[in-house]
């Protein structure tokens, strides 16, 4: 169901970042309309939530944002962004990673835990997933946006970096080469055994964008109906299955069991 809320739609982008934010909205908008357990606030955990882009639209429909990074830089650009936006009070940062999840909600269990372009930089993603799961009330909802591989393949490969392609293909983690900044991308299969041993059923998966990212710019930059025409197509092919494969990014919405 999409998310038409004015929050959600604020910034300028690029087209493609405006697509991929959008997508995020709509995937992320139903999870936070269930109220926290008391019937107020959601308390929601942004993991590796960085500058906030996402957790300051969170606070501005009024849900209580923890956002943990360990980077300090992130974390005062979004005090600053935070405050700016009027919502200071209600978006926390603490600088760390998921261990430090268990003595940071106050006995609160969270509601909603967000982990987007993340379990790409951690040491060990199966303890992530763990960390998160065990700070999560049941039935709480995780939404996980992870970098899938065959979208990198797909991507090197329609823009002639064969070599990239190649080695992420065959990586055992998915990476380009050595100066490949992520430490690993995911397949669909392991990323779903991932969660499952974690005590988190998938409920949806979508891709993120699926066939955006493999349009030239230069043909969105050139006209507005192609555009138009590319939004209608990523909303078309986002839960096709057969074309998923080509997503640079998988959303995956799990619940703890
Ligand atoms: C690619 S950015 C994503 C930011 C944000 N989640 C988003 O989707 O726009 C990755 C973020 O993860 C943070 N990060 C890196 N290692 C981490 C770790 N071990 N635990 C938590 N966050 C980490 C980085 O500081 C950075 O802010």
Same mark, same amino acid.
């Given at each position: 169901?999409?998310? =038409?809320?004015?929050?959600?739609?604020?910034?300028?982008?690029? =087209?493609?970042?405006?697509?991929?934010?959008?997508?995020?909205?709509?995937?992320?908008?139903?999870?936070?309309? #269930?109220? *926290?357990?008391?019937?107020?606030?959601?308390?929601?955990? @942004?993991? *590796?939530?960085?500058? *906030? &882009?996402?957790?300051?639209?969170?606070?501005?429909?009024?849900? $209580?944002?923890?956002? +943990?990074?360990?980077s300090p830089d992130a974390l005062a650009a979004l005090a600053r962004r935070a405050r700016e936006a009027g919502v200071g009070e209600r978006v926390r940062g603490h600088q760390g990673d998921a261990r430090a999840l268990p003595g940071l909600c106050g006995g609160r269990a969270v509601d909603v835990m967000l982990c987007h372009d993340v379990l790409e930089l951690v040491d060990d993603p199966a303890t992530t997933l763990a960390e998160l799961a065990a700070a999560m009330r049941p039935g709480a909802s995780l939404s996980?946006? &992870?970098?899938?591989?065959? *979208?990198?393949?797909?991507?090197?490969?329609?823009?002639?970096?064969?070599?990239?392609?190649?080695?992420?293909?065959?990586?055992? $983690?998915?990476? &380009?080469?050595?100066? $490949?900044?992520?430490?690993?991308?995911? $397949?669909?299969?392991? =990323?779903?055994?991932?969660?499952? @041993?974690?005590?988190?059923?998938?409920?949806?998966? &979508?891709? +993120?964008?699926?066939? #955006? @990212?493999?349009?030239?710019?230069?043909?969105?930059?050139?006209?507005?109906?192609?555009?138009?025409?590319?939004?209608?197509?990523?909303?078309?092919?986002?839960?096709?299955? @057969?074309?998923?494969?080509?997503?640079?990014?998988?959303?995956?919405?799990?619940?703890?069991?």
């Amino acid at each position: 169901m999409p998310d =038409t809320s004015p929050a959600l739609r604020r910034e300028r982008r690029s =087209t493609r970042a405006e697509l991929r934010h959008e997508a995020i909205g709509r995937l992320v908008g139903p999870l936070l309309r #269930a109220p *926290g357990p008391d019937g107020g606030a959601a308390l929601v955990v @942004d993991l *590796g939530g960085g500058a *906030g &882009t996402l957790s300051v639209e969170l606070a501005l429909l009024g849900h $209580d944002v923890l956002v +943990v990074d360990p980077s300090p830089d992130a974390l005062a650009a979004l005090a600053r962004r935070a405050r700016e936006a009027g919502v200071g009070e209600r978006v926390r940062g603490h600088q760390g990673d998921a261990r430090a999840l268990p003595g940071l909600c106050g006995g609160r269990a969270v509601d909603v835990m967000l982990c987007h372009d993340v379990l790409e930089l951690v040491d060990d993603p199966a303890t992530t997933l763990a960390e998160l799961a065990a700070a999560m009330r049941p039935g709480a909802s995780l939404s996980l946006l &992870t970098a899938q591989r065959s *979208g990198a393949v797909a991507l090197r490969a329609a823009v002639g970096r064969v070599e990239e392609a190649l080695a992420a293909l065959s990586d055992p $983690d998915g990476r &380009t080469g050595p100066d $490949d900044p992520l430490l690993r991308r995911l $397949d669909a299969d392991a =990323t779903a055994a991932l969660l499952g @041993d974690a005590g988190l059923d998938v409920v949806e998966v &979508t891709g +993120v964008p699926v066939l #955006a @990212d493999l349009v030239p710019e230069a043909v969105l930059d050139s006209s507005p109906r192609a555009r138009e025409s590319l939004r209608r197509l990523e909303l078309a092919a986002a839960d096709h299955p @057969d074309l998923r494969g080509l997503a640079s990014h998988l959303h995956w919405h799990a619940v703890r069991r």
